[in-house]
C-alpha cells in the first residue's frame, strides 16, 4: 500500500441498507477525515480525527459514523442509507492536521442510494 | 456563517495566463490552500498561504491578502492538462478546512 485507499471505488446500495466505506493509510499520519463531495457544492467534512481513538463531528454528521480503533484505518458507516447520502466519498489524511500540513486524498468512493 | 467563493467556470488558452480568484469570510484564519482537481480524481495539493504576499511555485503562484479575504491562484504558460477544477479552502479557527465549490477551468488550443 502506497498512500491513501478506499474500498469499495463504487457502490449502488438499496435505501435502508447499512454500508461500511473503509479507509486505510501507510503515512502514520495523525489526522484522518470523511469528505463528502457534491456537484455545485464544496467539499464538506463529515467527521473527523485527530489521533488514534478521538473522533469529532464536521459540518455534516447526521446518518454518518466514524471509528479510529488504530493509527490507518478510519471507517466511515451509514447505519440506514437514504437517497440524499447519494455522493462521492473521499478520505484524507494529514500528518497533525495544524500549521502547513496539506490534506492527502483517497481515490474516492462513488456511492448511489436508490 | 462561513464562506467560500470561487468562479464556477472559466475558458482560457494554451499557452496563455490564467488567475483564479476565491474570496472568503471565515470564522477564525489559519492558512488558505489551493488543490487541483482533475475530473473523477481526488484533489491533489497545489500551495498554501498564511502570510500577506505571493508564494510562486514553477508555473503556478498563489497570493493571499488577509485583511481583504482574498487569494487567487495564478497559472502561467498554460498546458492542456491544466483542464481542471481549483479548489480553494481556508483553515478555520478550529484547523478543519472549509471548502469553495472549485472553478472549473477549461483550456482551449
Known amino acids: 500500500i502506497a498512500g491513501i485507499t478506499q474500498a469499495p471505488t463504487s457502490q449502488i446500495l438499496a435505501a435502508g441498507r447499512r454500508m461500511t466505506l473503509r479507509c486505510t493509510q501507510d503515512?502514520?499520519?495523525?489526522?484522518m477525515y470523511w469528505y463528502r463531495q457534491d456537484l455545485g457544492l464544496g467539499l464538506r467534512l463529515i467527521h473527523y480525527s485527530n489521533t488514534a481513538g478521538t473522533t469529532g463531528k464536521g459540518e455534516v454528521p447526521d446518518g454518518y459514523s466514524v471509528s479510529r480503533a488504530n493509527t490507518d484505518d478510519f471507517p466511515l458507516t451509514l447505519a440506514s442509507a437514504v437517497p440524499s447520502q447519494t455522493s462521492v466519498y473521499f478520505c484524507?489524511?494529514?500528518?497533525?492536521?495544524?500549521?502547513?500540513?496539506?490534506?492527502?486524498f483517497g481515490p474516492g468512493t462513488r456511492l448511489t442510494v436508490t | 456563517g462561513q464562506n467560500i467563493d470561487q468562479p464556477t467556470e472559466m475558458t482560457a488558452t494554451e499557452g496563455a495566463i490564467v488567475q483564479i480568484n476565491c474570496t472568503y469570510q471565515t470564522s477564525g484564519f489559519n492558512g488558505l490552500f489551493w488543490y487541483q482537481q482533475h475530473a473523477g480524481e481526488a484533489p491533489t495539493f497545489l500551495s498554501y498561504?498564511?502570510l500577506d504576499g505571493l508564494e510562486e511555485k514553477g508555473r503556478f503562484s498563489s497570493f493571499l491578502s488577509r485583511s481583504k479575504g482574498y487569494s487567487y491562484l495564478l497559472l502561467k504558460e498554460l498546458q492542456m492538462k491544466d483542464s481542471a477544477s481549483y479548489l480553494c479552502a481556508v483553515r478555520d479557527e478550529n484547523y478543519q478546512l472549509i471548502w469553495g465549490a472549485g472553478t472549473k477551468l477549461i483550456i482551449k488550443p
Open positions: 498561504n498564511v
Open positions: 503515512m502514520r499520519h495523525n489526522a
Open positions: 484524507a489524511s494529514s500528518p497533525t492536521g495544524q500549521g502547513n500540513d496539506e490534506q492527502y
